[in-house]
């Protein structure tokens, strides 16, 4: 299974909610199956961004599991399918932002962004665009970049852009 079969499994067997399938199909008419994950650093490669997005949703479903578990539990704690959805949601979907923003070819990336909104947010107005999000989740992918964000730095450039 390939690393997008791999993530469309996740989406399809994880996210339920009305919307999904547009928003699968929104994906799927993007380059996101092929973008890098970024355009010099982590992923910085064809595919790149979907083995991202594959790996924060492993790691973020570690660490929920982590953090349900007593300490003094025989074995993990099982995850709600509630839990399920919304883990699959923040980790796939955090940076849906990367859709159709880069152009060029490896290792010469630019960046050609259409909707320059910021980061988080317009990953957040991507998804919603197709489906709804709880505020927890809204909020989380907003601000996924935490200290790293534009706005949390100061000196954003979105509004120049």
């Known amino acids: 299974m390939d690393n997008k079969e791999r993530f469309i499994e996740i989406f399809t067997s994880q996210i339920h909610r009305p919307g999904a399938a547009e928003l699968l199909e929104w994906l799927e ?11 010099k650093h982590h992923g910085a490669f064809p595919g790149g961004l979907v083995i991202h997005s594959l790996n924060v949703y492993r790691r973020l479903r570690e660490i929920t599991i982590r953090d ?8 993990p704690a099982p995850i709600s399918e509630q839990e399920e959805e919304t883990v699959a949601i923040l980790g796939l979907l955090h940076d849906v932002c990367k859709a159709n923003y880069y152009a060029g070819e490896y290792p010469d990336y630019t960046v050609k962004d259409q909707i320059p909104m910021g980061h988080g947010e317009k990953s957040v107005y991507l998804v919603m665009k197709h489906m709804e999000l709880t505020d927890d989740e809204a909020l989380a992918i907003r601000w996924h970049m935490g200290a790293y964000d534009d706005a949390a730095k100061g000196g954003s450039k979105v509004l120049s852009a």
Request: aromatic share 10%; no cysteine.
């Open 29 to 39: 008419s993007t380059d996101f199956f092929e973008a890098p994950a970024g355009a």
């Open 68 to 75: 349900l578990t007593p300490r003094d539990a025989l074995g």
